[in-house]
Nanobody, 116 residues
Framework: VQLVESGGGLVQAGGSLRLSCAAS????????MGWYRQAPGKQREVVAG????????NYADSVKGRFTISRDNAKNTMYLQMNSLKPEDTAVYYC??????????WGQGTQVTVSS
């Protein structure tokens, strides 16, 4: 499974971005997916997760009410809609996927920079 993120960039505080994660390869094996982020000098942290069917989601407290995770299994793509962005949301955002047998996959990351 290969994961490729896109949609990052520079935005002013209060703005919005939509990240995409396109999966290819053995996509039939993908189960749950999620977004993580890593800011400079900090550990990678989970941002949001979504089940295989997309009917259940969870979010880090820091992004609840501002970010929305979704997926389109027909397009093998996961999204992260980010609204009301804050400077502290600045990080490299990574796409993550689990296979049905527990193998974990990562994308290469996309930079999100929020200016104040």
């Amino acid at each position: 499974v290969q994961l490729v993120e896109s949609g990052g960039g520079l935005v002013q505080a209060g703005g919005s971005l939509r990240l995409s994660c396109a999966a290819s390869g053995s996509t039939f094996s993908i189960s749950a997916m999620g977004w993580y982020r890593q800011a400079p000098g900090k550990q990678r942290e989970v941002v949001a997760g979504i089940t295989s069917g997309g009917n259940s989601t969870n979010y880090a407290d820091s992004v609840k009410g501002r970010f929305t995770i979704s997926r389109d299994n027909a397009k093998n793509t996961m999204y992260l809609q980010m609204n009301s962005l804050k400077p502290e949301d600045t990080a490299v955002y990574y796409c993550n996927a689990f296979s049905k047998i527990g193998v974990r996959y990562w994308g290469q990351g996309t930079q999100v920079t929020v200016s104040s």
